[in-house]
């Protein structure tokens, strides 16, 4: 699995789904932020990791294990925040 250290930009519950929006560490700070998905149901699912990933705040750095689904988009299976 690939990881990715982001500064987190945005986070949304989207029922199914808590998504995390971030830049890379190296990224430009006006390039699009990348989208992690945090699945509460479904193949990939872990609810309690959807909740602390449901509480990161914006600006703060965040370490996330993925896998890659379309370019842009991921799916999260761990995470490392302060």
């Not at 690939?2 to 500064?7: A, D, Q």
């Not at 932020?33 to 914006?58: M, N, W, Y």
Request: aromatic residues 4%.
């Amino acid at each position: 699995m690939p990881v990715v250290r982001i500064t987190v930009t945005r986070v949304s519950d989207e029922g199914d789904n808590v998504i995390v929006w971030g830049r890379p560490e190296h990224a430009p700070d006006d390039s699009e932020p990348i989208g992690f998905a945090f699945q509460t149901k479904g193949e990939h699912a872990d609810v309690g990791l959807a909740e602390r990933a449901s509480r990161l705040a914006c600006g703060t750095e965040a370490v996330i294990d993925c896998a890659a689904v379309t370019v842009g988009w991921n799916i999260a299976r761990g995470l490392s925040a302060p």
